[in-house]
């Protein structure tokens, strides 16, 4: 298991942006994908993005195709969500989460072990 931190979710108006952050405590994030996951009230977890640590591989839900990037910072261990052009289906408790899937597993929240307690990002429009 390994402890996250969730770091900058906030309330924006439609059109704005945030910068999610995610650090693992006490351990590093090789060898490990990290994904980003949300939950909007009623509904269920759904797939944001995931990025693969020692390649570098990303993968993102096509609703946020072009909108989100997910990327890495090797010297600060962290992980980082940024979101643009903001729409209120945005909404949600974001989470990270880390794993070992395989490339086309990715997206599955089954296949990883160690989630966070998640940020809130709340779109007004």
């Known amino acids: 298991q390994v402890q996250l931190v969730e770091s900058g979710g906030g309330l924006v108006q439609a059109g704005g942006s945030l910068k999610l952050s995610c650090a693992p405590s006490g351990r590093t994030f090789s060898n490990y994908a990290v994904g980003w996951f949300r939950q909007a009230p009623g509904k269920e977890r759904e797939f944001v993005a995931s990025i693969r640590w020692s390649m570098g591989h990303t993968v993102y839900a096509d609703s946020v195709k072009g909108r989100f990037t997910i990327s890495k910072d090797s010297a600060k261990n962290s992980v980082y969500l940024e979101m643009n052009n903001l729409t209120p289906e945005d909404t949600g408790l974001y989470s990270c989460?880390?794993?070992?899937?395989?490339?086309?597993?990715?997206?599955?929240?089954?296949?990883?072990?160690?989630w966070g307690q998640g940020t809130q990002v709340t779109v007004s429009s």
């Open positions: 989460a880390v794993g070992s899937p395989i490339l086309s597993a990715m997206s599955r929240s089954d296949m990883y072990h160690s």
